[in-house]
């Protein structure tokens, strides 16, 4: 059974860093895309950043950038994200997603382009 599972969350003064993870069971991530979206409390899911397992690639939302760094692990099968300086507006659920990607050319911030879901960590920033 395909299914990715994250882990790491959990709660954080501000300013401090947090990484999570994702790992892939079932199938291989090698020829996907690999996304992790945020559920603010009240709030829409919102795209924080993206990678192409093949080559590396990456996207990162402006609310994010310079803070959260995405990488990842084939022989893994995983992928990370680490965030770094938090707020307490990151706090929510975070999820990460995958997407079909052969081709390798970007990863999509649209979730509706993802195949696969993991069930969510929660990241919680506060003093």
């Known amino acids: 059974q395909a299914q990715l599972v994250e882990s790491g969350g959990g709660l954080v003064q501000p300013g401090g860093s947090l990484t999570l993870s994702c790992q892939a069971a079932?199938?291989?991530?090698?020829?996907?895309?690999v996304g992790w979206f945020r559920q603010a409390p009240g709030k829409e899911r919102e795209s924080l950043s993206c990678t192409i397992m093949s080559n590396g690639r990456t996207n990162y939302a402006d609310s994010v950038k310079g803070r959260f760094t995405i990488s990842r692990d084939s022989a893994s099968n995983t992928v990370w994200l680490q965030m770094n300086n938090l707020k307490p507006e990151d706090t929510g659920v975070y999820y990460c997603?995958?997407?079909?990607?052969?081709?390798?050319?970007?990863?999509?911030?649209?979730?509706?382009?993802?195949?696969?879901w993991g069930q969510g960590t929660q990241v919680t920033v506060s003093s």
């Open positions: 997603a995958a997407h079909r990607s052969y081709a390798g050319i970007t990863c999509h911030t649209d979730e509706q382009k993802y195949d696969y």
């Open positions: 079932g199938f291989r991530l090698d020829y996907y895309g």
